[in-house]
């Protein structure tokens, strides 16, 4: 399974971006997928899941309401909508693939990162 992230970039407070996830080699429509994010000198942390048929959407208290992350099937792709960025919202972003469900952990598959940057 191999997962390729895009979308990152640099953009002022209060702005927007749209991250996607193209995943290849691999059963999209049955995995979880999620969107996590390490920041400078911090650890990786949660951002967002979706299940395989939209039924759930989770998001970490940091982003809710200001994010969005959804999927299409027939396209193998997994989005991040961020509106409203904060500098603290500045991250390498990654996208990933859980074939088994079941939460905020256990991702098996791992994109390579897209970074974004939020200026004041």
């Known amino acids: 399974v191999q997962l390729q992230a895009s979308g990152g970039g640099l953009v002022q407070a209060g702005g927007s971006l749209r991250l996607s996830c193209v995943v290849s080699r691999g059963t999209f429509s049955r995995y979880d997928m999620g969107w996590f994010r390490q920041a400078p000198g911090k650890e990786r942390e949660f951002v967002a899941r979706?299940?395989?048929?939209?039924?759930?959407?989770d998001y970490a208290g940091s982003v809710k309401g200001r994010f969005t992350i959804s999927r299409d099937n027939a396209k193998n792709t997994v989005y991040l909508q961020m509106n409203s960025l904060k500098p603290d919202d500045t991250a390498v972003y990654y996208c990933?693939?859980?074939?088994?469900?079941?939460?905020?952990?256990?991702?098996?598959?791992w994109g390579q990162g897209t970074l974004v940057t939020v200026s004041s």
């Open positions: 979706i299940t395989p048929w939209r039924t759930i959407t």
């Open positions: 990933a693939a859980d074939p088994d469900g079941g939460g905020r952990g256990g991702y098996d598959y």
